[in-house]
T-cell receptor, first 114, second 110 residues
Framework: GNSVTQMEGPVTLSEEAFLTINCTYTATGYPSLFWYVQYPGEGLQLLLKATKADDKGSNKGFEATYRKETTSFHLEKGSVQVSDSAVYFCALRARGGSNYKLTFGKGTLLTVNP | DAGVTQSPTHLIKTRGQQVTLRCSPKSGHDTVSWYQQALGQGPQFIFQYYEEEERQRGNFPDRFSGHQFPNYSSELNVNALLLGDSALYLC?????????FGQGTRLTVV
């Protein structure tokens, strides 16, 4: 079946540090890939997405590139801020048939200190 | 635009009871999905409703059921509650590929 594996957290960084959160997936075919962010006490917000190989999704300084050869979609940001502290979820949606659901990783808690 | 709204925000129930959670989708969205998020875990897909029919279902027992109304709003019902049903229940609405999530209902079963 389809699955998503994220790097275990928590991740603690200082402000302006470089962020990488690793995400790899298993799926039949070529799924669409997503990063969602969950701030404390809130629901999930879509951060960025990519729908085909070599696509780069980007938003608010975050980037992730769909790598088919390594089945990866790592999240990066060049300079994190305290306001980026949240839980980040990598997710996929398989293509075709009756596949409408999102499959999520376990999430990675990011804490950014001033 | 109010976005996806869920009610109630918090709920405490006793084992064996039944619960109904409600979701109003984002304006213009015709599809509603429900997810269960246990503490420290990623959301798990329960089911999706489209045109008032259950279109896809995840690995959840029949105690979990749902409904979608003509105005696209939706309910999630859970019967015979277990302690393990304690979780954040998230509703997501969509029209096309992008899903928008509500803030969730925190259910505690005691």
């Amino acid at each position: 079946g389809n699955s998503v594996t994220q790097m275990e957290g928590p991740v603690t960084l200082s402000e302006e540090a470089f962020l990488t959160i690793n995400c790899t997936y298993t799926a039949t075919g070529y799924p669409s890939l997503f990063w969602y962010v969950q701030y404390p006490g809130e629901g999930l917000q879509l951060l960025l997405k990519a729908t085909k190989a070599d696509d780069k999704g980007s938003n608010k300084g975050f980037e992730a590139t769909y790598r088919k050869e390594t089945t990866s979609f790592h999240l990066e940001k060049g300079s994190v801020q305290v306001s980026d502290s949240a839980v980040y979820f990598c997710a996929l949606r398989a293509r075709g048939g009756s596949n409408y659901k999102l499959t999520f990783g376990k999430g990675t808690l990011l804490t950014v200190n001033p | 635009d109010a976005g996806v709204t869920q009610s109630p925000t918090h709920l405490i129930k006793t084992r064996g009871q039944q619960v109904t959670l409600r979701c109003s989708p984002k304006s213009g969205h015709d599809t509603v999905s429900w997810y269960q998020q246990a503490l420290g875990q990623g959301p798990q897909f329960i089911f999706q409703y489209y045109e008032e029919e259950e279109r896809q279902r995840g690995n959840f027992p029949d105690r979990f059921s749902g409904h979608q109304f003509p105005n696209y709003s939706s309910e999630l019902n859970v019967n015979a509650l277990l302690l393990g049903d304690s979780a954040l229940y998230l509703c997501a609405s969509s029209w096309g590929t992008e899903a928008f999530f509500g803030q969730g209902t925190r259910l505690t079963v005691v």
